[in-house]
């Protein structure tokens, strides 16, 4: 009797372990809006109301691009699912975010097509963009890309198989 009650609690349906954390540190979040600090006051120094306009330009434009990239790349090569990704503005995860776990595989490919595909999305405004949108639209797209690209390389060597977490102050890989 005993035996079997023992074999009973250690069958589960779903089993994850917890291969790596990753912390997002204080340091991180504040280092990532210097960064857009950094920038604003630059595209005011060289641009003045110019700028500023320039830098909401890009803001809006990358998140629609972002966006648009990600729900195609979605519709593609996985089973859309709305309750799965949702809009965050906690730093550093800001725009349209895995809200619940993710694959690896599908999470490196997503983001492989979001940073190559909106930079060439970005270029094609280059005939009609003045040099602080352009600018502007460049940095904003790497500027919120770039937590993200930070746990792509921590998580390069992970088997492709793997599931993300991510929450405010941590990324949990887990393996099945």
Known sequence: MRGKLAEQEKATIY??????????RDELRRSHLSILAVLAIFLWLMYQMDGMRALG????SAFVIQFII?????????EP?????GWRIMPPWIGYIPTAHI????????HRHLLWLGLCAIGVFYPWANEAT???LIMCHVWI???????MRKLRKAKRNGVLR?????VSYYHR
């Open 15 to 24: 089993q994850y372990q917890l291969i790596q954390k990753v912390l997002v």
């Open 57 to 60: 330009i890009g803001f809006m």
């Open 70 to 78: 990600t729900r195609l790349t979605l519709i593609r090569v996985d």
């Open 81 to 85: 699912d709305d309750r799965r990704w």
């Open 103 to 110: 694959e690896l595989a599908l999470y490196r490919r997503l």
């Open 134 to 136: 352009m600018i502007s």
């Open 145 to 151: 890309l770039a937590p993200r690209l930070v746990i």
């Open 166 to 170: 991510i929450a405010v102050s941590e």
